[in-house]
């Protein structure tokens, strides 16, 4: 059974080549820096866009169509087009078979401790507010020792994500981490996609003292 054990503070809102250019010739012939395009205009979408896209883009995935890191890629760009404002309450934020929508909101310090992500994906998308994310992998090829028995983690990714920033993991990279509300704390969307059966996090105890440069030793406690 999927389950996440939040902390005291956290609330739970269940939610369904370059080429030489006019501008390089410039450079050559007169000295002159090379003025870069605009950015491409990004097109806004609605929630019923974006959450209608969801389950093909998941059935996609869970056909081997596409790849974790395109899907969770592609879920963020959707997402950064929708307005904050237009997410829907609760009752309407989508819950399936294959994914599950939720909001959660941390207060400064509060989060979700040391877990793996056993069998599913997630994105941590920052509605409002900041959230520090430190992201690790097992060291070694035994990726689910049993409970208590000692392993190493290898940090991989971290530091604050801001409104309108994200935090990825795939069932094969950055699986383990630690989520924290950051300063003034944050409402977070979360979206988690199953890549099997009984996906779960499982939870670590984790001596913050490094056995070496970005790596830190603990075990699973169940």
Known sequence: MFRLEPEPGVTIVRRQFLRLSAGALGILLGGCAP???PPAPVTPITWDE???ELAPRAE???AQKMTEDAYVAEIVERLRRVDP???PPKKDLPRTKIFQVVEFGLT??????????RRYNGVIFVLDGAVRCRNFDVVGPNRMPPAGEKLRIRETAGGVRRTGEA???TTTRDNIHDVRGAEG???LLD???WMGKNPRSVYMDVDETPVEPGVFEGSFTS
Do not use: M, N, Q, V
Not at 112 to 117: E, I, P, V
């Open 167 to 169: 935090s990825t993991l």
């Open 50 to 52: 974006f959450s209608g």
């Open 185 to 187: 704390g944050c409402r």
């Open 35 to 37: 003025r870069r395009p």
């Open 191 to 193: 979206i988690f996609t």
């Open 60 to 62: 996609a995935l869970l």
């Open 85 to 87: 404002k237009l997410i």
């Open 108 to 117: 400064e310090g509060s989060g979700f401790r040391y877990h793996d992500h």
